[in-house]
């Protein structure tokens, strides 16, 4: 089973700065402990200084990363507040059928309650659904989860480009 490791690097910081990432290291633990023959895909592993690219490589690793999100079996994402990058490869994952699981507060935000198949309020609740073998039933056939989406949510509408979408509700 291969699972990207999704959450905020650095939110909504006007520097450049990243937030702690302990928690990739507390997921990768779970994980690798507890379910066998996992594989982690983890952006900030494989980019520890991508705050210093400059725009080219930054624009590719944020491509390739993305990417990456759409070529696994589960996005888990860490959410403890917004991330526009994490909801950008929450959206690949959606589109591409993979199953998404999301420890955070904000279980009202949109991008949660469209994308995600399953939320955990926290970190703490994550780690323990993983180390008492919840994550791991989930994908007892081969890695498939299962948890089926609603089919008429397999592919992301278009975004309507129409110039009557500007208007606000």
């Not at 759409?70 to 996005?75: M, T, W």
């Not at 959606?94 to 939320?119: E, R």
Request: without cysteine; glycine residues 6%; proline residues 7%.
């Amino acid at each position: 089973m291969r699972v990207f490791i999704a959450g905020v690097m650095q939110g909504s910081r006007t520097d450049r700065l990243i937030d702690e990432q302990d928690y990739r290291q507390r997921i990768t633990e779970a994980l690798t402990t507890h379910v066998p023959g996992v594989r982690i895909i983890d952006p900030f592993e494989l980019n520890p200084d991508s705050v210093d690219y400059d725009g080219d490589k930054s624009r590719q690793t944020f491509l390739t990363n993305t990417a990456k999100a759409a070529d696994v079996d589960v996005l888990i994402a860490y959410l403890p507040t917004a991330s526009m990058g994490t909801a950008i490869e929450m959206w690949i994952a959606f589109g591409a059928s993979k199953h998404i699981v999301v420890a955070s507060p904000l279980k009202h935000n949109w991008v949660i309650q469209v994308t995600a198949d399953q939320v955990l309020p926290d970190l703490d609740s994550l780690i323990t659904t993983i180390e008492n073998g919840g994550f791991a039933r989930m994908f007892a056939h081969d890695g498939k989860a299962t948890i089926e989406k609603n089919q008429e949510a397999q592919s992301p509408p278009e975004p309507s480009r129409s110039p009557s979408s500007n208007n606000t509700p």
